[in-house]
């Protein structure tokens, strides 16, 4: 009888305690379980449903009409000599350093980023610009692939296209986005873009993902090096 | 040691050196729940009252937060939580980013059903309980996102949001809305415990959690598929932050105010020194400072890692507060009842009288399952500290 009594006191054990269960590791296992698989796969497949498939562009599709000569203005960083022309219709600058500026869109969908550094190791300047980028924000970023024909004010460079998803600070939301990076050298001189906004499901409207890919041909294409 | 219990285990009776109640004897008072062993065992911080084996300070999210569970029962949902955090590491290493997301936060929530269903804490009101508490919880969530999304859509760049409104202003609206459908219950003044108002408080704030990632995070379960598959700690990392940890930190606040809210309501905290470290107001100030202090330092982190350790710590220093503030809620909560006829204790399942604590191991009768409880009343009394 000894056995039958507890530690604390010596009050008995009860002698058949059923427990009252009712969720019960078989209950939970095929409830719980089957609950989340369900809940899972149908969420799974109506995202997957309503997926966006991106369009290319197939017949008259040119680009939106440019930038009308005279209305630009015109960034000029004084240490490495280098101007950025932009339309302050659509950027407006949201930061600038010693080394560069970043041109924020109004409609606040994106941003561009000019950063100059001395020497002529433009992977290097790539790789620079892409671990910059915070990791709490730019999350699962992927590479696309290289951006052919990239040239900052007609100088060839190189660079990559990537995806990802822009989390909002909060961490409430999140929202796909599409991410180039890519530098140019000249005299001793390289210079590397950033540019990111919400992604574009318009292969042709919106190069590399990008929703801002027109407005960001500007400023990139007319930048000026230093002595031109 | 004169008086002799009103059953049949004949037990012996003592005075409780904390209370001066004559109670049976044993390793706790069965009035207070003082520990009748530990030298300084008013505060009993080695036995945490609702899991006598923990001690106060563990951070344990089920004893925590599932305080209704018994420990045989505990253990099953001990299990299914470790087993769902696997299954979702592994969808996430995998790369089913969409999968993973949803389930990782679906988790908690569909846990915390069942346990609601498990303890019956809605007692014969289960829907209104459900719609007062998950789905308004999930509706002002959802609402909450889209509207928070608008704004956001011109703040891709940064150039609107500052940490003001992201880090202060927002976290302070979610923690509100996450909390109003349980103050339609607490008008209603039908549940009365400490831990009814936990419970709706985590089952709203779980709701509300599970719906602003599901909004949140909808333009990213449907966009392209893009780029090279392979496994990533970064995807990993991110979805435990935004289906796991947040979903604790947001039950830890919710739950830690409504706790208090409830158990002020009936003046039980009486016992207490006004102003107190563990009072209602402490609470609600730790709960909304804790918000806004994550929202600020979130919006200035710029590594995931960092985020996410950050979040962890939060969550790990939140269950720890809630606990001990449910300790000493549960023990202030003791009203003198008596000494009630033999049952067994839900925990220990030994044989005792039925008090406020197990007088065997010391776990709180509130903390036991509802029908339970009832069940017992039906022979006899049935403590409820109310």
């Given at each position: ?54 369009t ?11 930038l ?74 992927q590479?696309i ?11 060839d ?19 796909p ?52 | ?10 037990r ?13 004897v ?16 008013g ?25 209704h569970?018994?420990?045989?029962h ?135 959690t ?7 995070y909808?333009?990213?379960f ?11 700690a ?19 606040t ?9 158990q ?76 009630g ?46």
């Amino acid at each position: 009888m000894a056995s039958q009594y507890g530690p604390w006191g010596g009050y008995p054990a009860a002698p058949s305690f059923g427990g009252g269960q009712k969720v019960g590791r078989g209950r939970m296992l095929g409830v719980g379980g089957g609950a989340l698989a369900v809940i899972v796969f149908v969420i799974t497949l109506i995202a997957v449903l309503v997926r966006v498939v991106p369009t290319p562009c197939s017949r008259g599709c040119g680009p939106a009409g440019g930038l009308q000569v005279g209305t630009a203005q015109v960034y000029t960083n004084q240490k490495w000599g280098y101007s950025v022309p932009y339309d302050p219709s659509v950027f407006s600058i949201g930061g600038q350093n010693a080394d560069g500026v970043t041109l924020n869109s109004s409609d606040g969908n994106g941003s561009i980023q000019f950063s100059a550094t001395s020497g002529n190791n433009v992977n290097g300047a790539n790789q620079t610009a892409l671990n910059a980028l915070p990791s709490s924000q730019f999350q699962g970023v992927q590479q696309i692939g290289p951006v052919r024909g990239a040239e900052v004010g007609l100088v060839d460079g190189q660079g990559t296209a990537y995806s990802g998803q822009y989390v909002d600070s909060s961490g409430i939301s999140a929202t796909p986005i599409g991410v180039v990076i890519f530098s140019a050298t000249q005299n001793g001189v390289t210079i590397t873009v950033t540019a990111f906004s919400s992604a574009s499901n318009d292969n042709a409207d919106g190069p590399y993902g990008l929703s801002i890919g027109q407005e960001l041909d500007f400023p990139v294409t007319f930048a000026t090096w230093k002595g031109q | 040691m004169t008086q002799q219990p009103p059953d049949d285990t004949n037990r012996q009776l003592g005075e409780c050196p904390h209370c001066g109640r004559d109670v049976p004897v044993g390793a706790f008072c069965g009035n207070c729940g003082a520990s009748l062993t530990a030298p300084a065992g008013g505060g009993r911080l080695h036995s945490y009252a609702v899991s006598p084996g923990e001690h106060v300070a563990r951070p344990a999210i089920i004893s925590t937060l599932f305080p209704h569970l018994p420990q045989r029962h505990a253990n099953v949902f001990r299990e299914a939580l470790g087993v769902g955090v696997l299954i979702v590491i592994l969808l996430a290493a995998l790369r089913l980013y969409t999968s993973a997301l949803i389930a990782s936060a679906v988790l908690l929530p569909l846990l915390y059903l069942l346990y609601l269903y498990e303890a019956e804490v809605y007692e014969e009101e289960p829907v209104a309980v459900l719609v007062a508490t998950f789905v308004t919880g999930a509706a002002l969530g959802t609402g909450y996102t889209l509207v928070t999304q608008h704004f956001a859509a011109v703040a891709l760049s940064g150039n609107v949001r500052g940490p003001f409104i992201t880090g202060v202003v927002q976290p302070v609206i979610a923690q509100l809305l996450m909390i109003a459908g349980p103050l339609l219950l607490y008008a209603r003044g039908r549940f009365t415990e400490t831990l009814d108002g936990l419970a709706f408080g985590i089952t709203s704030a779980l709701g509300f959690t599970l719906a602003t990632v599901l909004a949140g995070y909808w333009h990213t379960f449907t966009a392209p598929l893009v780029g090279e598959g392979a496994v990533s700690a970064d995807v990993v990392l991110r979805v435990l932050r935004a289906g796991i940890l947040v979903a604790i930190v947001n039950a830890c606040t919710s739950g830690t105010i409504t706790a208090m809210l409830w158990q002020d309501r009936r003046g039980r905290a009486a016992r207490r020194r006004a102003g107190s470290w563990r009072g209602r107001n402490a609470a609600i100030w730790v709960a909304f400072l804790t918000q806004i202090a994550l929202g600020v330092i979130s919006y200035y982190i710029g590594s995931l890692v960092g985020l996410v350790a950050l979040w962890a710590l939060a969550a790990v220093l939140l269950l720890v507060w809630l606990r001990i503030l449910l300790h000493h809620a549960l023990l202030d909560d003791a009203t003198d009842i008596g000494v009630g006829p033999t049952s067994p204790c839900p925990e220990c399942h030994y044989l005792v009288p039925t008090m406020n604590f197990c007088p065997a191991c010391g776990v709180d009768r509130q903390a036991a399952p509802k029908q339970r409880r009832a069940a017992e009343g039906g022979t006899g009394m049935a403590p409820s500290h109310g």
